[in-house]
């Protein structure tokens, strides 16, 4: 997420911090404390921001290198007539109130002028300590310390737009944090159109009109893009008049951004030609508590039940997991923007997993292929691509014709390897409980 935030923003990784990705703190390269701001307020997964003063692996080496820091950098946050107050945060070990309040007296070479307000504070100073990710071998003396002038910091995304306060839900409602991380993975921007074509609820479109851009999508399902039927709460029966996408949108005053929602069949091609998306944020069914669907009977012939004069109900068959990752990345293919992204969960059985079942289309660059943890033998990976080829007609299906479409047809099988394994925790639960 913060590597994509970066690349809209102009920033980038520091060269040292190439090799320490795996620490609780990172190094970044911002150009402007207007873009650092810009950045605390569309991440989810970073917690807060820091002007960086200095930094070491010891003590020694933080003290020389605040002394290196440019004087008039520091001053004017330093000033008589401001106030400040200094923070200790360590990580993987916990320090005692003296030793806090020895490390921050150790900063007495720096030239505060201001007074100490430790209630609301002009100015805050952070002194970070990193005792690595290992809590069962905590050193003595941190690896890395680090002190600088906080700058910005943001959790409230996550819980406003919560999905337990949310009008319109379903039973496969997409958490508010993963969304946002889904469309920061998108590099989702102001006048973006955005597409999903696995709409149920537009819990996805939330995350991306908030951040300015134009949302739409499909759905096989005509009772939820309508709103109608069976309610998903819990001691409610039916869904409410206001109880649709559009009205989810309302809520957080994101209507203006929300373009259409159809009734369709991703499978099928229902779009004019040519260039139409900057970005497709989407979940497909896993066929775990949503069917995976596409019209048609598994014979191809359509037919078709007359229930009103106005509705019709296609006879459905069943849509194997390949085949929708298949449409999905060369829908996307074709009909991105140059540069814009694709970013899709694709559920995997862990005893199997290998790099090889990620599906590949020659136009679209994997970027990303992150891991969620499900239960002890599924999870499901957040893969995040990009166009970086113009689709030609060939380009269609030459998945099918190079071999690639081979490895993950196995996630056909998904729906009954995630049960068996349900089956089996049930079956060692029982047994466990009789002992």
Not at 301 to 316: D, P, Q, Y
Not at 337 to 351: D, F, Q
């Amino acid at each position: 997420e913060i590597t994509s935030l970066l690349s809209l923003c102009g920033g980038q990784f520091s060269g040292e911090q190439e090799n320490h990705v795996n620490s609780p703190f990172w190094i970044l390269n911002i150009p402007s404390e207007d873009m650092a701001r810009g950045l605390m307020k569309r991440t989810v997964c970073a917690k807060s921001i820091f002007e960086l003063w200095g930094h070491g692996r010891s003590a020694g080496e933080l003290y020389a290198s605040l002394k290196n820091y440019p004087v008039d950098k520091m001053l004017p946050y330093l000033q008589s007539d401001s106030t400040y107050k200094v923070h200790i945060h360590t990580f993987n070990k916990t320090l005692t109130q003296a030793e806090k309040i020895k490390k921050i007296d150790a900063l007495e070479f720096l030239p505060f002028k201001g007074k100490v307000n430790l209630k609301n504070p002009e100015h805050i100073f952070w002194i970070l300590e990193d005792y690595g990710m290992n809590p069962n071998n905590v050193p003595e003396e941190p690896f890395h310390l680090y002190f600088g002038r906080w700058v910005h910091g943001q959790r409230e995304l996550i819980e406003s737009y919560s999905v337990k306060k949310r009008h319109f839900i379903g039973n496969t409602s997409m958490d508010a944090c993963l969304s946002f991380i889904m469309a920061n993975h998108g590099r989702v921007k102001p006048n973006d159109v955005v597409y999903d074509p696995f709409v149920g609820t537009g819990g996805l479109l939330i995350s991306s009109a908030h951040f300015g851009a134009y949302v739409c999508g499909t759905d096989i399902d005509y009772n939820t893009i309508h709103g109608l039927g069976k309610a998903s709460r819990k001691n409610q029966k039916w869904r409410g008049p206001d109880e649709n996408i559009r009205a989810n949108l309302r809520q957080y005053g994101l209507e203006k951004y929300y373009l259409d929602a159809l009734v369709a069949d991703s499978s099928r091609p229902i779009w004019r030609k040519g260039i139409l998306f900057d970005a497709i944020i989407t979940d497909p069914p896993y066929g775990i508590r949503e069917a995976t669907r596409r019209t048609g009977s598994p014979k191809e012939t359509v037919k078709s039940v007359e229930r009103s004069a106005e509705n019709h109900i296609f006879v459905s068959s069943n849509y194997h997991l390949s085949d929708i990752f298949f449409d999905l990345l060369k829908f996307a293919a074709e009909y991105l923007v140059m540069g814009g992204r694709l970013v899709y969960w694709l559920p995997v059985y862990k005893p199997e997993y290998t790099e090889e079942i990620i599906p590949r289309h020659p136009c679209l660059k994997l970027i990303s292929n992150c891991e969620q943890m499900l239960s002890s033998h599924t999870s499901r990976r957040l893969i995040t691509m990009e166009k970086v080829k113009e689709f030609k007609d060939q380009d269609g299906n030459s998945n099918l014709l190079d071999g690639q479409y081979m490895p993950y047809r196995g996630h056909n099988s998904f729906r009954e390897k995630y049960f068996s394994g349900v089956t089996k925790r049930i079956a060692k639960e029982e047994k466990d409980s009789q002992k």
